[in-house]
């Protein structure tokens, strides 16, 4: 038995870290944490310090008993997990969950998996940092308290099933806040000037007017007094520059970086840099620290000078400016700078080029410009033109890399060609086109990461949960918006003539954004009428601060606990026992047919309208919104059409003919049939004739293609792509085959291989019982009866296992029959 056992969290990293030690070490996993407070009660004392009732799920307690075992037989037990305080918690929770004799454990943390950062951190072990676990403990707490305390408020006073949490809802109050700025944002006009010159030599120069025109009147006769004029270069400045790479990537600039560039989602950017970093591949992933240890400043240089020159080398430092910022930590880069790329997963590969190259730019020599400035002037008028140049005299770090922005306008300076002061140029055409001011962006998840880190709220850890969970709870979600065509004025000067015509452009398009939910913002305005001071950015920095103040040992968390709660606490009773229902209502008007009320507000199954009141004497008349409405930006127009659905078109093979629009979008319904509509399609419009269109398709496509051992093959198109149905089984169809053509021998194919891969996932069999096991993902197995599921850690050898073992998981699995009691007669 090995004397030394080394655990982790993850299966990935201990496998990893098994290669670099030798056979006196044991490396195992606990999957995470393996205790956590309860999940179905607060968990929490209040009244003894706000002690917290740590349990270990049911689904670790196999997890636990095979560390203890492990731990009993090493002589030192070393805790591994990651060195933030996520992690020095997973360490506490191991020593006591496992009962460890303090005497035989240490406590190591690195911030790279390879071979030398692990024997470097075996060769320096320390204690468990009890204000790191305290700081967690903090920050666990107290949001296990906000969550616990106001999400039964929110089921009383909006609707039952939802909740809340100290940084999610502060999250989401930006978004509402963003949106509501948007739709009152009223854009003003005015009238930009552009004009194209001329040299004699034939080279273009692109100019701008410097200032607009708020009329069209005002721009027309601007363009006019150009007429006849003659330009020449009035002044011309030229001024060297330069460009400073950014610094090596922290948690956050990662997730933007990532956003923008590879169009990766914030959850799945943690994802693919979590994997690289168990694989060994980059240094630890949850970190605000911008610093690089002097190993990778050195490796970095001797790598830069290698591949492009010693002109291109510039070691550099960097400092924090971001609120909390923790510089002890390691920035996030490749952990061994002389691997410029990896043979991973795709999305892996190029999120690793990413760190790559943001790490050898951050070390790199500054790029060297020469920026021009030209004025151009006319003998018929004092108004000057613009035109700004830029040309790269040496390319330095940009030879490797371009950092990305969020500026959706931001103009890219020209390549101008060599001018000279009173040189003549010559007009080729000028615009004067209608412009409209922008309203402010929705956020994206790479900005609303940036503004939360500028705001000080949240820390490395929390950013993905934290966008993850907002959507999840459907108080987010990812914007699906169209835009409407506008149309602009544009007047041209050509050869001395001005023509006018209208253009049209798409204003408003806004896909991928984030957008809130008529239930985001109902809860987003309760929360703020009535807790303000939780949803409010100054405290939930400050709170952030104290966790920070925990960590280094500066506060005590209780006292930090019961100031919050003393003033918390009741204000969360006044709020039950005071506060009216919120359901969002907005009056709409009236119904011009019976000159009842029309009001919208979130009902039992989502927004609606309703025609009519409670009190009245008829009963109110009730109608869901469509998908693409909201209770903020419905019009009574638009209302009252809903009362018009379903719309009956009429019959078709002897069978009714309805249009409406469910959960999914807009559909046709043939008799008991629902077929889905294209995206975006308006029900309103959608004739009978399109309708058969539809039901057609739909009866081409479920007709059957072909029979296979007695029983029909259909095909069709799912989420995940285009498939064929065979005996209840789907099997995906791949690239190699033509859907639209399938043959017989095709068709026998994929069942036939579909079949082999099933029959080879099953590892275990007790036909006559119906049980199996089978083959699941990360080298695990999963126990099958009928619809019942068990997996297993992957500690488990299913080859030992019993046809009884497995009958008594599969009896602790199924779900208590509910006792009945006969009422006696």
Same mark, same amino acid.
């Given at each position: 038995?090995?004397?030394n056992?080394v655990?982790?969290?993850? =299966?990935?990293?201990?496998?990893t870290?098994?290669k ?5 070490y044991?490396v195992a996993?606990?999957?995470?944490h ?9 968990g ?12 270990v ?7 636990v ?8 037989k090493a002589?030192t037990?070393w ?9 020095e918690a ?10 460890l004799?303090?005497s035989?454990?240490?406590r190591?943390?690195?911030n ?5 950062s692990? *024997?470097?951190?075996?060769?320096n =072990? ?11 403990q903090?920050r666990?707490?107290?949001d ?5 305390e106001?999400s ?5 006073k909006?609707?039952s099933?939802?909740?809340?949490g100290?940084v ?7 978004i509402v806040e ?9 854009p ?7 004009a ?5 030599e034939?080279?273009?120069?692109k100019a ?22 003659s330009f /020449?270069?009035a ?6 520059a330069?460009?400073?790479?950014a610094?090596p990537f922290t948690t956050?600039?990662?997730q933007q ?14 994802n ?6 168990e694989a ?10 911008v610093?690089?240890?002097p190993e ?7 790598e830069i ?5 010693n002109?291109?080398?510039k070691?550099? /430092?960097?400092?924090?400016k ?7 930590h390691e920035?996030i ?6 691997i410029h790329?990896?043979?991973?997963e795709?999305?892996?590969a ?9 790490t050898i730019a951050s070390q790199m020599?500054?790029?060297?410009l020469?920026?021009t400035?030209?004025?151009i002037e006319?003998?018929k008028? /004092?108004?000057?033109?613009?035109a700004?140049?830029e040309?790269?005299?040496f390319?330095g770090f940009?030879?490797?890399?371009i950092?990305?922005?969020d ?6 300076a020209?390549?101008l060609p060599?001018?000279k002061v009173?040189?003549?140029l ?13 309203a ?5 998840e790479?900005?609303l990461?940036?503004k939360?880190?500028?705001l %000080? ?6 950013y ?6 907002i959507q ?8 699906s918006i169209?835009?409407t065509?506008?149309n602009?004025?544009q007047?041209?000067?050509e050869k001395?003539q001005i023509?006018?015509?209208t253009?049209s ?14 239930i985001g913002m109902?809860v987003n305005?309760f ?5 303000e001071?939780i949803?409010?950015?100054?405290f ?5 601060q104290d966790f920070?103040d925990i960590a ?5 968390w209780? *006292?930090?606990m019961?100031?919050f ?5 009741p ?5 039950e026992?005071?506060?009216d229902r919120?359901?969002?209502?907005r009056?709409?008007g009236?119904d =011009?047919?019976t000159?009842?009320?029309v009001s ?6 989502g927004?609606?309208?309703?025609i009519g009141?409670?009190e009245e004497?008829?009963k109110?008349?009730f109608?869901?919104l469509l ?8 019009? *009574? ?8 659905l379903?719309?009956n ?5 002897g069978k009714?003919?309805e ?5 999914y979008? =807009?559909y046709?319904?043939?008799?008991d049939?629902?077929?889905? *509509?294209d ?7 959608v ?5 058969i ?5 739909k009866q081409k496509a479920?007709?059957p ?5 007695g029983?029909e093959?259909?095909?069709?198109k799912g989420?995940f %792509? ?8 789907f099997i995906?169809?791949n690239?190699?085959y033509?859907?639209?053509d399938l043959?017989?021998a ?5 069942i036939?291989d579909?079949?082999k891969?099933?029959?080879e ?12 096991i089978?083959k699941?993902r990360?080298?695990?197995h999963n126990?099958?009866k009928g619809k019942?599921?068990i997996e ?9 296992l019993?046809?009884?073992?497995v009958?008594g ?5 199924a779900?208590?029959k509910k006792k009945?009691? /006969?009422?006696?007669?």
């Amino acid at each position: 038995m090995a004397k030394n056992l080394v655990i982790v969290e993850s =299966p990935a990293k201990a496998k990893t870290i098994e290669k670099f030690l030798g056979k006196d070490y044991k490396v195992a996993s606990s999957y995470g944490h393996i205790s956590d407070l309860p999940s179905k009660e607060l968990g929490v004392d209040v009244e003894k310090d706000f002690e917290p009732k740590y349990i270990v799920s049911k689904d670790k307690k196999d997890v636990v008993k095979n560390l203890r075992n492990l731990a009993e037989k090493a002589d030192t037990v070393w805790l591994a997990s990651d060195e933030d305080r996520e992690g020095e918690a997973i360490a506490w929770h191991l020593a006591e969950q496992l009962k460890l004799d303090q005497s035989k454990v240490k406590r190591i943390v690195f911030n790279a998996i390879t071979k030398n950062s692990i *024997l470097k951190a075996i060769e320096n =072990p320390r204690g468990i940092d009890y204000n790191l676990v305290n700081a967690q403990q903090a920050r666990r707490v107290l949001d296990r308290l906000v969550g616990y305390e106001l999400s039964p408020i929110l089921w009383k006073k909006i609707k039952s099933g939802l909740s809340a949490g100290r940084v999610q809802s502060v999250a989401v109050r930006l978004i509402v806040e963003r949106e509501r700025e948007i739709n009152a944002f009223t854009p003003e006009v005015s009238f930009r000037v552009v004009a194209e010159f001329r040299t004699e030599e034939g080279k273009s120069v692109k100019a701008k007017l410097p200032k607009t025109f708020a009329t069209k009147e005002e721009a027309h006769k601007f363009l006019k007094s150009n007429v006849g004029a003659s330009f /020449k270069v009035a002044n011309l400045e030229t001024k060297p520059a330069k460009k400073t790479p950014a610094p090596p990537f922290t948690t956050s600039t990662l997730q933007q970086e990532a956003s923008r560039k590879l169009y990766f989602s914030v959850s799945k950017t943690m994802n693919m840099a979590q994997r690289l970093y168990e694989a060994g591949l980059i240094t630890y992933m949850r970190t605000d620290s911008v610093n690089l240890s002097p190993e990778a400043v050195e490796a970095a240089k001797e790598e830069i000078q290698r591949e492009y020159g010693n002109k291109y080398s510039k070691p550099r /430092k960097f400092s924090q400016k971001t609120k909390g910022a923790q510089e002890a930590h390691e920035a996030i880069r490749p952990t061994d700078i002389s691997i410029h790329s990896v043979s991973v997963e795709r999305d892996q590969a190029r999120l690793y080029d990413l760190i790559w190259k943001r790490t050898i730019a951050s070390q790199m020599s500054d790029a060297e410009l020469e920026r021009t400035l030209v004025k151009i002037e006319a003998d018929k008028h /004092k108004e000057q033109f613009t035109a700004n140049g830029e040309v790269l005299k040496f390319d330095g770090f940009l030879k490797v890399y371009i950092e990305g922005t969020d500026d959706e306008d931001e103009e890219q300076a020209d390549l101008l060609p060599a001018l000279k002061v009173g040189e003549p140029l010559l007009n080729n055409y000028m615009t004067a086109t209608q412009r409209f001011s922008r309203a402010p962006y929705r956020y994206t998840e790479a900005s609303l990461v940036k503004k939360l880190e500028e705001l %000080g709220i949240g820390r490395p850890s929390t950013y993905a949960p934290t966008i993850s969970t907002i959507q999840n709870r459907g108080y987010i979600e990812r914007g699906s918006i169209e835009g409407t065509e506008r149309n602009y004025i544009q007047f041209t000067l050509e050869k001395e003539q001005i023509k006018e015509k209208t253009l049209s452009e798409i204003t408003g398009s806004d896909k991928g954004k984030l957008v809130p939910t008529d239930i985001g913002m109902i809860v987003n305005d309760f929360l703020v009428n009535h807790f303000e001071n939780i949803l409010d950015y100054n405290f939930t920095a400050k709170v952030e601060q104290d966790f920070d103040d925990i960590a280094s040992g500066q506060e005590d968390w209780t *006292l930090m606990m019961k100031d919050f709660y003393k003033g918390f606490h009741p204000q969360v009773k006044d709020v039950e026992e005071n506060a009216d229902r919120e359901t969002g209502e907005r009056i709409l008007g009236k119904d =011009p047919e019976t000159g009842r009320q029309v009001s919208v507000r979130l009902g039992r199954f989502g927004p609606m309208v309703q025609i009519g009141v409670a009190e009245e004497e008829e009963k109110p008349k009730f109608a869901s919104l469509l998908p693409d409405q909201t209770i903020e930006g419905i019009s *009574l127009e638009e209302a009252l059409e809903l009362f018009a659905l379903p719309r009956n078109l009429g019959t078709y093979e002897g069978k009714t003919v309805e249009v409406n629009v469910g959960r999914y979008g =807009p559909y046709v319904r043939f008799d008991d049939t629902f077929i889905s *509509l294209d995206k975006g399609e308006d029900v309103f419009d959608v004739s009978l004739d399109r309708a058969i269109e539809v039901i057609k398709a739909k009866q081409k496509a479920d007709a059957p293609i072909a029979n296979y051992k007695g029983k029909e093959v259909t095909k069709g198109k799912g989420r995940f %792509g285009p498939f064929i149905k065979w005996d209840g089984m789907f099997i995906n169809v791949n690239k190699k085959y033509d859907f639209d053509d399938l043959s017989e021998a095709d068709i026998r194919e994929l069942i036939e291989d579909k079949l082999k891969k099933e029959a080879e996932k099953v590892v275990r069999e007790w036909s006559e019982e119906g049980i199996r096991i089978e083959k699941a993902r990360w080298g695990r197995h999963n126990i099958l009866k009928g619809k019942t599921k068990i997996e297993l850690p992957k500690e488990v050898d299913v080859s030992k296992l019993s046809l009884e073992e497995v009958q008594g998981m599969l009896d602790k699995k199924a779900p208590k029959k509910k006792k009945t009691t /006969k009422t006696k007669k």
